[in-house]
């Protein structure tokens, strides 16, 4: 029952805080990043910094604890990453499997894909 309220409340994020963004055209290569799982001291953190260690510009930060449960939205610019998307993707997969957490990385164009009409 938490988890599908948590699937609701992340799309209900997504249609009305994120889509206004995603509309604009820019010059960037952007990203989102989604965090679901048991809130734990320092996720923002180890997320934070593979982003810094791929030279990743994190844009956009919203999160909220409900309980105990964790649920962050980041996007993200990757015009400047210095290494292919694919690992970016395969490094925050493994650290959401060591945290216990849900970790999606997800390019921009996909994203848009996927959420129009």
């Known amino acids: 029952m938490l988890y599908f309220f948590i699937i609701v409340c992340y799309n209900i994020v997504i249609q009305i805080f994120f889509y206004p963004i995603f509309k604009r055209r820019s010059f960037f290569m952007r990203a989102v990043v989604t965090v679901i799982g048991k809130d ?21 930060v919203t999160q909220s604890v409900l309980q105990d449960m964790f649920a962050m939205i980041m996007l993200v610019d990757i015009s400047a990453i210095n290494a292919d998307f694919a690992k970016l993707v395969d490094s925050m997969d493994t650290l959401g499997k060591e945290l216990g957490l849900s970790i999606h990385t997800m390019h921009e164009d996909i994203f848009n894909s996927m959420h129009s009409v």
């Open 40 to 60: 734990t001291v320092g996720i923002l953190h180890k997320v934070s910094g593979i982003c810094a260690e791929y030279n990743v510009n994190v844009i956009e």
